[in-house]
């Protein structure tokens, strides 16, 4: 957030108060809503779980969407909790403490990974994140990163929002290679967060009670069924032949192929005779086709 929206005379305000004033100079027809609290405390929480049931536009809805931006494994998993417990969707996102690589990842309560469902190896092993900062010593920091991220975050929500394209369930981004993995990470039935396990337990049910779609199989008709004569249509070339016919493969990178090739134009042919090009003709051609 400070690496984003903060301006210099913005000094001294808290970061959501700065977030604020920037973005409102950007667009001033839009709505704010700001808490400068720690969501991770009971009575925040608390009050953290009503917003996100109640702080919808219209009152005493719930909101369409929640996007997490935080900086910390504490936080998310306390949206994370939440999101679980009143069934809401949301978006997580996080950029790597080296700054060069970061994610997106979409969680549909019961139907897709939760947070807690793949926890990181340091909590998975019982290790206490806190210990693996040294004193005094800051993670790294790209705006660039931060921004490439902040982008791909916002664009996968104008797509599930808008309902246009294909909305990622999990996007990376590793800025030393340009390399952008995607998947989609199923529930854990075995996940940590009882909350989890109801909405997936849920979400079963409501996959049982859905109506299937019945696929109608369409027969292809048969012609000469009985095909009493015995005719087949098989190819004149063989394989070995094909293979010879293929032209030069073009060197492509790793995980691309061809589908086919084109001939070379001076290959030989079947009997070892190469043809070659002629500046004769069709008329000339067929006089002497027809004097043989």
């Known amino acids: 957030m400070n690496r984003l929206f903060f301006q210099p005379h913005q000094a001294g305000l808290s970061k959501v108060e700065a977030a604020e004033h920037t973005l409102r100079d950007i667009n001033p027809d839009v709505s704010f809503e700001i808490h400068n609290y720690n969501i991770t405390t009971m009575d925040n929480f608390t009050h953290f779980m009503e917003r996100i049931s109640h702080g919808g536009l219209e009152e005493g809805k719930p909101v369409d969407l929640v996007l997490s931006c935080v900086d910390n494994f504490e936080a998310r998993m306390a949206i994370n909790t939440a999101c679980n417990e009143l069934g809401q969707i949301w978006m997580e996102s996080g950029v790597s403490e080296n700054a060069v690589s970061g994610h997106i990842q979409l969680i549909i309560p019961g139907e897709t990974a939760c947070f807690a469902c793949a926890p990181p190896l340091v909590v998975a092993a019982k290790i ?11 993670a790294a920091s790209l705006p660039t990163t931060m921004g490439v991220v902040a982008g791909i975050l916002v ?12 909305v990622s369930y999990y996007l990376g981004y590793n800025a030393m290679q340009d390399f952008f993995p995607t998947m989609a990470m199923k529930a854990n039935p075995q996940c940590d967060d009882r909350h989890c396990r109801r909405q997936q337990e849920e979400y079963r049910k409501k996959e049982a009670e859905r109506p299937k779609d019945e696929v109608l199989v369409v027969e292809e008709e048969i012609v000469h069924e009985d095909n009493d004569w015995g005719i087949e249509l098989v190819s004149e070339v063989t394989d070995e032949e094909l293979m ?12 691309i192929t061809v589908a086919y090739t084109i001939p070379d134009k001076n290959q030989e042919t079947a009997d070892g005779e190469s043809v070659g090009e002629t500046e004769q003709s069709l008329e000339e051609l067929m ?6």
């Open 128 to 138: 206490d994140e806190k210990t693996l900062k040294r004193e005094g010593v800051c």
């Open 244 to 255: 010879a016919a293929s032209g030069p493969v073009p060197d492509l990178p790793e995980g």
């Open 287 to 292: 006089s002497q086709m027809k004097t043989m």
């Open 155 to 166: 664009q996968n929500v104008l797509k599930y929002l808008l309902k246009f394209g294909t």
